[in-house]
């Protein structure tokens, strides 16, 4: 059974460019949530995609923006890169229908910008 | 607003020592908590998780307890091996598979 993937493993964009992030969850879920870590912080929740809508979003301006697939499959878009955008972009995945606290973490797209 | 304060690492121990990385959180209400741990060039696990006051999470022989009353889930474990070396994050939500507010993490170096 194959866990959450992410693509690409690793990233690097120069400023003000656009970068595309993948994100297949684990296999019966249907939920998937984006998060931020900088370097030697902890996550930070973009936000999350459920039944291929925005169902939660955190504190982040609108250049982060996500898309959710039929196939539960979800990217994550992030325009005009700041170097502050620079950090470990990690996806999650939850079986929305039931009540579980558990979220399976993929093990990251890490992104530079210069 | 809601948030997590873990103590500052690097925890540094040695094989078999007693382990405790302090957790203490604020938020309205009566969030679940959970710990998660990220291995070096992994994603996050979760380790253990409480869902209501007085609940003890274990799991690998760490364990946490909810605290209502000092907001705090301290994680701990009786004698630390090499491969529990990682970071430790402690973490809280209000609803199940919603978004999870995390704490800065802490580093564990256990040595031989």
């Known amino acids: 059974d194959a866990g959450v993937t992410q693509s690409p493993t690793h990233l690097i964009k120069t400023r003000g460019q656009q970068v595309t992030l993948r994100c297949s969850p684990k296999s019966g879920h249907d939920t998937v949530s984006w998060y931020q870590q900088a370097l030697g912080q902890g996550p930070q929740f973009i936000f999350q995609?459920?039944?291929?809508?925005?169902?939660q979003r955190g504190n982040f301006p609108d250049r982060f923006s996500g898309h959710q697939f039929p196939n539960y499959s979800s990217e994550l878009n992030v325009n005009a890169l700041l170097l502050g955008d620079s950090a470990l972009y990690l996806c999650a995945s939850s079986p929305g229908q039931t009540v579980s606290y558990e979220q399976y973490f993929g093990p990251g797209t890490r992104l530079t910008v210069t | 607003g809601n948030s997590v304060t873990q103590m500052e690492g690097p925890v540094t121990l040695s094989e078999e020592a007693f382990l405790t990385i302090n957790c203490t959180y604020t938020?309205?209400?009566?969030?679940?908590l959970f710990w998660y741990v990220q291995y070096p060039g992994e994603g996050l696990q979760l380790l253990l998780k409480a869902t209501k006051a007085d609940d003890k999470g274990s799991n690998k022989g760490f364990e946490a307890t909810y605290r209502k009353e000092t907001t705090s889930f301290h994680l701990e474990k009786g004698s630390v091996q090499v491969s529990d070396s990682a970071v430790y994050f402690c973490a809280l939500t209000y609803q199940a598979g919603t978004a999870l507010i995390f704490g800065k993490g802490t580093t564990l170096s256990v040595s031989s």
């Open positions: 938020a309205t209400g009566y969030p679940s």
């Open positions: 995609y459920y039944e291929e809508e925005e169902r």
